[in-house]
């Protein structure tokens, strides 16, 4: 079996070249215990190292020491390494269908079927193919953030309660949402969003609850949480070299396929399991956990119909693109068709989410061809 070198070359940003050798590359842009990092990555690499009929294994570059985020996808099609997370919001350019699904993801409220939607849009839709093969990467497996909340200094629970508030937003959707509510959206870093809260040039921000506990620890200095669910984050888990995935045996392939489900899986168990411990933990700490009020989730409701019907005229303008309304349909009815399959799914097991994602998206591909 052909393998690539992992020479000083490519470590330098150069070609590797074809050679006999054992280990492959991994990049990976966030620390190894983070979530994107240590589940699908940090694990993969340990269980393929064990996995003798694989006969693949992987090093992991991580926190951006091979190459940084941005540089991610230019490094996979470069061959400076074989295998890396791809979030493309930071190319929106050179991955502008993907960006459109992204903006989509705004009316999501289901993070596990959003992430396994995702996946079988990216590695069955041509469109969504074509565009990963363009910038030199083959697409083989997405993950979703959980679902977005108002994590606030004072409570939501109606669009009255929003007008005024100055409130972080990561952009796009996000903003129009906001501002149609009477808010004021904000554009900060969120490693500013703690400070601001505590100082007052912030009233609320919107974020995945993991923030809450974990790192940005905002459950320090806010006082509510409304679970109103506005939409996730998606990105690439999993993006190979063409070269690579095409030195591969057909065993391989499959072997390969079978780990990655399982890294999918891991991934969003582990942020589910997240989420639930941070919500938990605010309860604990005196945070108010709101529901929001019927006006505000219809309001919500609406803003998101009229939203998807915008989107494919927006996109074409503000992105460059031919119409995707059809890849927005798609991506909705395999959304709807993932939390149907994951209704008789035991959604705390990564074997049996993984094999569910192994029977209806990696058994369906034709491996003789995929990725050609």
């Known amino acids: 079996m052909k393998h690539l070198a992992i020479s000083a070359l490519a470590l330098t940003g150069l070609v590797a070249t074809p050679a006999q050798a054992d280990t492959y590359i991994a990049t990976n842009w ?9 589940q699908p990555y940090q694990r993969l690499a340990e269980d393929l190292a064990g996995d003798e009929a ?8 991580s926190s951006g020491s091979l190459v ?18 791809v979030y493309p919001g930071y190319t929106p350019s050179e991955l502008p269908v993907n960006n459109v699904l992204n903006d989509l993801v705004f009316t999501s409220d289901d993070a596990l079927a959003s992430a396994l939607a995702y996946t079988e849009i990216g590695v069955m839709n041509e469109r969504v193919q074509g565009e990963w093969r363009k910038n030199g990467g083959i697409f083989l497996g997405g993950y979703s953030t959980p679902v977005y909340y108002f994590i606030c200094m004072e409570p939501i629970r109606t669009p009255e309660d929003a007008k005024g508030k100055k409130i972080r937003t990561a952009g796009g ?9 009477g808010g004021v ?70 072997a390969l396929l079978d780990h990655l ?101 990696y058994g369906k591909l034709d491996l003789a061809s995929f990725g050609k």
């Open 30 to 38: 966030l620390a190894p215990v983070h979530i994107l990092n240590e």
């Open 54 to 61: 694989a006969n693949i294994t992987f090093e992991v570059y």
């Open 68 to 85: 940084p985020a941005k540089a991610t996808m230019q490094g996979i099609r470069d061959n400076v390494a074989q295998l890396g997370v």
């Open 173 to 181: 959707a996000q903003t129009n949402w906001v501002e149609s509510l």
């Open 185 to 254: 959206p904000v554009s900060v870093p969120i490693g500013d969003v703690y400070s601001g809260l505590s100082r007052g040039s912030l009233d609320c921000t919107m974020s995945d609850p993991t923030n809450l506990d974990k790192g940005n620890k905002f459950w320090e200095v806010a006082k509510s949480v409304t679970t109103l669910p506005m939409g996730v984050v998606m990105g690439a888990t999993y993006v190979v070299n063409p070269d690579f995935w095409n030195g591969l045996s057909g065993d391989q392939h499959k």
């Open 261 to 361: 489900a399982l890294g999918v899986a891991r991934t969003q168990i582990t942020y589910a399991a997240d989420v639930s411990a941070a919500m938990q933990g605010s309860r604990e700490r005196g945070l108010e956990i709101v529901e929001p009020d019927a006006s505000l989730s219809d309001a919500l409701a609406s803003f998101q119909s009229n939203f998807v019907a915008d989107l494919p005229q927006k996109s074409m303008a503000d992105r460059g693109i031919e119409d995707p309304a059809a890849l927005i349909e798609a991506f909705l009815a395999s959304q709807k068709a993932w939390k149907q399959r994951l209704e008789g799914i035991d959604r705390e097991d990564p074997e049996a989410v993984a094999q569910l994602i192994r029977d209806e998206i």
